[in-house]
C-alpha cells in the first residue's frame, strides 16, 4: 500500500508536557508581543502577533493531519514553535541580518534555521523531559525522547512558507537520520544561504501548507484592521470567488458571485444583530441607529472602514444625533432622563455593533477561504494516494500474466519508487493558493512596512551589533569560548586549526571587563535600574551601551555545545559570503547606481506618502519621460531604473552600495583595470577566504552579537535603540507604506516568475 505512513513517536505519549513548556518558554512569550506584517503600535493592538498565529498554524496542521490519519499531535507542537527564530520586524528584521552577516562572513540569517538554535539555547526538550514522572529512572526512555525531538527540529527548518510551488512540491533529500537531516539543513542555511527545504515526514510536510493557509486569512483581516484595505477589489472578489462557488468560469462571474457571498454574510450578520433590538423597548434605539449610519454615507463616509478618521467621522455624527436626542428632554422628568441617557449608551453601543460587522464579514470569508484550502488538500491528497495505490495493484496483476514481461516491471519499479504520495492540493486550488498569497504581498503586506523599519531600524541595528562585537572580544568573552575543551572537542578538524585569538594579556581583559562592569562571580546583579536610563544625554546613552555589552557577555558565557555548531557552520560560510561580495562589488555599475538614486530622490518628492500610484502603468510611463527629459536615464534605461528605484529607498540599499564601491575602489587600486580584476577573481576570492578564516575571533563575535539583539522584540529593539541615540522617538512616528520593502518586493517577483501573472 501506498498511503502515507503515519509518523509514530515515543513522544506521543508525552505530548502534554512538551506543549506545556512551549506555552511557558520565553520565546513564545516574546512572540506575544512581535506582530506579524506591521508593528503593534499602541492603536493597533488587535493585529495578529506571531504567537497567535503559530497557533492558527497549528490547529490547521492537526486538522490537515488528522484529515490524512497522520500524527496531529506531532505536527502541533512542531508549528507551536516554527517561528521561534523570527526576529524583530519580521522578514525586514530578517534581511537586516541576513546582509549585515554576509558582509562580516559569519553566514546567513534565515528565521527557520535560527528557530532550530533558538529551541536549543533555551533547552526546551530538556525542560519538558524532566517533567515526566520518574524519568530519572529510566534513562533509556530519555535518550529515545532526546533522539527524537530532531523530528521537532526538522518542521521548524523546513516549514518556509514563503516557498513556491516549485519548491513546496519538490522530493526531499533523504538522509541517514533525521538528526544528520537537521545537522545538514542547518548548514546549508547558515552556510551557502540554501534554506527552501523539504521536510523528512509526511507530517513536516503539511507544515509549508499549514503557515501559508494561516497567515492568508489573517494578513487581509489586519489589511481591514488598520486601513490598508477598505474593502475587497475586484482581484481579490474575482479569486475569492472561485474559492466561495463553482459553476462559473469567467473573472466577471465569480467577481458577481463574490460580491454576493459578501452581501449575503452582510446581511445575515445584521439581521442576526437587529433581531436583538426587536423588541418594542429598542425601536426607538434601532431606528436612530440606522438614521446615523444613513447620515454618514450620504456625507460620504466610508462606514465599513475601520481607519481612525473615519472612525471620528461617524462619532461626530452620532454626537450630533445624541445633541437632538438631549434637546428634546425639555419638560421631562428626572426618571425619563435617567431612562433617555440610559438609551443613549445603548445606542453607542449598538452603533459600534453595526459598524463592526464588517471586520466580522471579512473573518467569515477569510474563514470559508482557509476551510477551502484544507479541504482540498485532504481530498486531493487521498485521492491521489487511492489513485495510486489501483495502478500498482493493476500493474501487480498484469505481471501475473504476463511474469516474462520486463516493461511491465519496470513501471511497477517507478510507481513504488515514487511513493508516498506528498501532501498537494488540487490544480485549482493550488493556482489560487499562490495567488492569493502574492495579491496579499502586493496589496497588503509591503504597505505596512513603516519608513523607520526601511530607514533608521537597518542602521541602528548595524551599529549595535559592532559595539556589542567589539565588546565579546575586548572582554575575553570569545577566548573562552575557543579555549573550552569541550566545545574544541565538537569542532571540526579543518576548521579548528583556526579556533585561535589574538595574544591579549589577561590583566587587559579584566580591565576591559571592568570597563564594562562585568562581574567576576556569576550570580551577582551586574545590571543597573532602568531609572539610570531614563535620563537624557550622552552620559545615559553611554550606560545603556554598557548595559548591552554586559548582556550580551552574560548570554555568550551561557553558550555550550551550540556554539560548536555555529563555529562550524559560519567556518563553512565564508567561501560561500567571500565569493558573493567580491562579485557583487566588481559587478557594481556606478553610474548605474547614480541613476537609480536620482529616480529615488524624484520619487520621493514627486510621490512621497502615496507611493503606490507608481503601480499604475500609466505613472511609470510618465515618469519614465521625466527621466529622459532631465537626462537621468536613456530611454531604454528607465524600465530597469525604475524597477529598482521602487524596489526600496532603505539603509539597507544605501549600505550595499556603499560596500560595493568601497570594495571596487580597492580592487582598482590593486589591480588597474576591471578587466584585471576579473582576471584574478579567482585570485582574489582565495586570498579573501584566508584572511576571513585568521579572523574568526572577529566574526564569532559579529555572530554572537547578531544572536543576541536579533532575538529581541519590535519594542525592546525600539527602546534599545532610541536609549543609546541611534533612533529617536520621533522615528516610530514616520509614514507607513511609503517606502518598499525589498525582501516583499523579492517575494513578489519570485512567485511572478514561476506561477505567472494569473489572475
Not at 256 to 283: D, F, G, H, Q, Y
Not at 531 to 547: D, H, Y
Request: hydrophobic share 35%.
Amino acid at each position: 500500500m501506498v498511503r502515507m505512513k503515519k509518523t509514530e513517536l515515543t513522544w506521543d505519549k508525552y505530548m502534554d508536557y512538551l506543549i506545556e513548556t512551549i506555552d511557558e518558554s520565553k520565546f513564545m512569550r516574546r512572540a506575544e508581543t512581535k506582530p506579524m506584517s506591521t508593528p503593534k503600535a499602541a492603536s493597533e493592538s488587535h493585529v495578529t502577533s506571531r504567537a497567535t498565529h503559530s497557533k492558527i498554524a497549528a490547529n490547521i496542521a492537526k486538522r490537515l493531519a488528522d484529515g490524512l490519519d497522520l500524527n496531529g499531535e506531532y505536527i502541533y507542537a512542531g508549528m507551536l514553535m516554527h517561528d521561534a527564530g523570527h526576529p524583530f520586524s519580521a522578514h525586514e528584521g530578517e534581511e537586516i541580518f541576513n546582509k549585515f552577516g554576509k558582509r562580516k562572513n559569519c553566514g546567513f540569517f534565515h528565521h527557520n534555521a535560527k528557530g532550530v538554535e533558538v529551541i536549543r539555547a533555551e533547552g526546551i526538550r530538556d525542560k519538558a523531559i524532566s517533567k515526566i514522572p520518574n524519568i530519572n529512572e529510566n534513562p533509556e526512555l530519555r535518550e529515545q525522547l532526546e533522539t527524537e525531538f530532531d523530528y521537532f527540529l526538522d518542521v521548524i527548518i523546513s516549514h518556509d512558507g514563503e516557498a513556491t510551488r516549485g519548491e513546496r512540491n519538490r522530493k526531499e533529500t533523504q538522509y541517514p537520520s533525521m538528526h544528520d537531516a537537521v545537522k545538514d539543513k542547518l548548514k546549508r542555511a547558515n552556510s551557502f544561504n540554501d534554506y527552501k527545504f523539504v521536510a523528512q515526514t509526511p507530517e513536516g510536510k503539511l507544515a509549508k501548507m499549514a503557515d501559508v493557509i494561516a497567515y492568508l486569512a489573517t494578513d487581509i483581516q489586519d489589511g481591514f484592521r488598520i486601513g490598508i484595505i477598505e474593502d475587497f477589489d475586484d482581484d481579490y472578489l474575482a479569486l475569492l470567488g472561485e474559492v466561495l462557488t463553482t459553476g462559473y468560469s469567467t473573472r466577471e462571474g465569480y467577481i458577481t458571485c463574490a460580491k454576493n457571498k459578501i452581501k449575503e454574510v452582510k446581511e445575515s450578520k445584521l439581521r442576526e444583530l437587529k433581531s436583538e433590538m426587536k423588541k418594542p423597548e429598542n425601536e426607538a434605539i434601532l431606528a436612530n441607529a440606522n438614521e446615523i449610519i444613513k447620515r454618514a454615507e450620504q456625507q460620504g463616509v466610508n462606514v465599513t472602514s475601520m481607519r481612525d478618521e473615519e472612525l471620528q467621522k461617524i462619532d461626530a455624527i452620532m454626537e450630533q444625533k445624541i445633541q437632538e436626542i438631549k434637546d428634546k428632554s425639555e419638560g421631562m422628568s428626572e426618571e425619563e432622563k435617567q431612562f433617555m441617557y440610559a438609551d443613549i449608551e445603548k445606542l453607542k453601543e449598538f452603533v459600534g455593533k453595526m459598524l463592526s460587522v464588517n471586520s466580522s464579514v471579512v473573518q467569515e470569508i477569510t474563514s470559508r477561504m482557509q476551510e477551502y484550502f484544507i479541504n482540498d488538500i485532504v481530498t486531493e491528497t487521498r485521492a491521489k494516494t487511492e489513485e495510486k495505490e489501483k495502478t500498482i495493484l493493476e500493474l501487480r496483476e498484469k505481471i501475473k500474466l504476463n511474469p516474462g514481461d520486463e516493461e511491465l516491471r519496470k513501471q511497477l519499479e517507478d510507481e513504488e519508487r515514487d511513493t508516498p504520495v506528498n501532501p498537494k492540493f488540487s490544480y485549482k486550488a493550488e493556482r489560487l493558493f499562490d495567488n492569493i498569497k502574492n495579491l496579499n504581498y502586493k496589496k497588503i503586506v509591503q504597505y505596512t512596512k513603516w519608513d523607520y523599519q526601511i530607514e533608521q531600524q537597518p542602521e541602528a541595528a548595524k551599529e549595535l551589533v559592532t559595539i556589542a562585537a567589539e565588546a565579546l572580544k575586548e572582554t575575553g568573552a570569545i577566548r573562552n569560548k575557543f579555549y573550552d575543551r569541550a566545545i574544541r572537542s565538537e569542532v571540526d578538524s579543518e576548521a579548528l586549526k583556526f579556533m585561535k585569538v589574538n595574544p591579549v594579556a589577561e590583566s587587559q581583559y579584566e580591565k576591559n571587563k571592568e570597563r564594562y562592569g562585568i562581574r567576576a562571580i556569576k550570580g551577582v546583579k551586574t545590571l543597573e535600574s532602568d531609572e539610570r536610563f531614563t535620563a537624557k544625554g550622552k552620559r545615559a546613552s553611554e550606560n545603556r551601551k554598557r548595559q548591552l555589552c554586559r548582556e550580551v557577555y552574560n548570554n555568550v558565557q551561557k553558550e555550550g555545545d551550540n556554539f560548536a555548531v555555529k563555529f562550524n557552520n559560519v567556518f563553512a560560510a565564508i567561501p560561500k559570503t567571500v565569493e558573493m561580495v567580491v562579485d557583487e562589488a566588481i559587478s557594481h555599475d556606478e553610474e548605474f547606481t547614480k541613476r537609480v538614486n536620482a529616480t529615488r530622490n524624484i520619487i520621493k518628492a514627486e510621490y512621497d506618502g502615496k507611493i503606490e500610484k507608481l503601480d499604475d502603468p500609466d505613472k511609470q510611463e510618465r515618469l519614465a519621460l521625466l527621466l529622459v527629459g532631465r537626462g537621468i536615464c536613456k530611454p531604454n534605461q528607465t524600465a530597469d531604473t525604475i524597477k529598482q528605484a521602487m524596489r526600496s529607498y532603505g539603509y539597507l540599499e544605501r549600505y550595499e552600495e556603499e560596500e560595493n564601491r568601497k570594495n571596487q575602489n580597492e580592487l582598482l587600486a590593486q589591480y588597474g583595470t576591471m578587466e584585471e580584476i576579473k582576471k584574478h577573481r579567482d585570485e582574489i576570492i582565495q586570498k579573501r577566504i584566508e584572511q576571513a578564516r585568521n579572523s574568526m575571533e572577529d566574526i564569532m563575535a559579529y555572530q554572537l552579537a547578531i544572536d543576541y539583539i536579533s532575538g529581541m522584540t519590535d519594542r525592546s529593539f525600539n527602546d534599545l535603540a532610541i536609549r543609546t541615540g541611534y533612533m529617536s522617538y520621533d522615528d516610530l512616528n514616520t509614514k507607513r507604506g511609503t517606502t518598499r520593502s525589498s525582501s516583499v518586493a523579492d517575494l513578489i517577483e519570485k512567485n511572478n516568475k514561476e506561477n505567472g501573472e494569473e489572475r
